[in-house]
Structure formats: C-alpha cells, structure tokens
C-alpha cells in the first residue's frame, strides 16, 4: 500500500465531510431535500481494499456527519449498511466481472456506474430515512424523502463525479 493512497482517500474523506456539513447541510429544497453527497466516498473507495477497515471508515464518515449534523448515529448506521452491503450491490450490478483481480470501476460502462451509485444511494436513504422518521405509518412520507432526496443526490453525485474524473483519451 502506498502512502499515495491514504493521503487521497483522506483528502477525499476531508473535503466531502466539509462539503456535506458546510454546504449541502444547509440547502433545503422544498423544504425537505437536503443531497448527502459524502455518499461519494463510499463509490470511489478502492475495491479490493480490506473490508472491515472499509467499513470501520464508512462508520468515521457516518460519526463525523453526525458530530456536525447532530443527528444522533443516522448517517453511521447508514453508511456502515451500504459499507457492508457495497459488495453484494457490486455483484448485483457487474455481474462476474466484480470477481477479478483486475476489475475497475473506472472500466465499466457509464450505465453500470449509475446504477451501482443509484443502489447505493437508494439503500441509504431508506435507512436514513426509516431511522429518522421511525414509524411505519409514515410511509409515503419516508419514500418521498427518499425519492426526492435521492434524486437530488443522484444528480450531484454524477455533476461531482464527471467534476472531478480523469478523462480517459
């Protein structure tokens, strides 16, 4: 492992905490939409890196969201369910290819790469928001946040993303 790979992963995981709290924390679309962008480090982290320090960083991100949110462990209960789940979601979406050691997401089609972002964010969300509103009888409330939300988050994610790639040439 190169020290390459841990100061990027911590300058990626610095920035979108600070983005998300400083920023996205603060728009209120509607009144209710509020994009979780931090969401990004989750796709962009390595695939083959070892996954219990994955999922203990997803749980950091999540805590460090809610240290600044205040909103009592819903971001870390979130992110460590898609940190857990990201590779059967990855199964799910790449099919076999996810297997080999020479798999990048970087070289998947742009089709694969929103679907695998849209799960992820979907799965998310509904946690999110099922932890947040806490009762069952509030379901069209809890999939209206997540649609919109999601959608909003969605298309952040993919502006950040095309943002922020290398281009291939």
Avoid at 3 to 22: G, T
Avoid at 101 to 124: E, G, M, P
Wanted: hydrophobic letters at 55%.
């Amino acid at each position: 492992m190169t020290s390459s790979f841990y100061y990027i992963n911590f300058i990626r995981f610095a920035l979108l905490v600070l983005v998300q709290v400083l920023v996205f924390n603060r728009l209120n679309f509607f009144g209710f939409i509020n994009p979780m962008v931090y969401i990004l480090f989750l796709y962009w982290y390595p695939i083959k890196e070892n996954r219990s320090v994955f999922i203990f960083t997803g749980f950091l991100l999540g805590l460090c969201i809610d240290f600044f949110s205040d909103t009592m462990a819903l971001h870390a209960a979130s992110t460590v369910t898609i940190a857990y789940l990201r590779p059967t979601i990855m199964r799910f979406v790449f099919g076999v290819n996810y297997e080999f050691q020479s798999f990048k997401l970087s070289n998947t089609t742009r089709v694969q790469q929103i679907t695998f972002l849209t799960l992820l964010i979907v799965v998310h969300h509904i946690i999110f928001f099922t932890l947040e509103i806490f009762s069952l009888s509030n379901l069209l409330l809890i999939l209206k946040k997540v649609i919109f939300t999601g959608i909003a988050t969605l298309i952040l994610c993919l502006l950040f993303g095309s943002l922020f790639s290398v281009k291939k040439e």
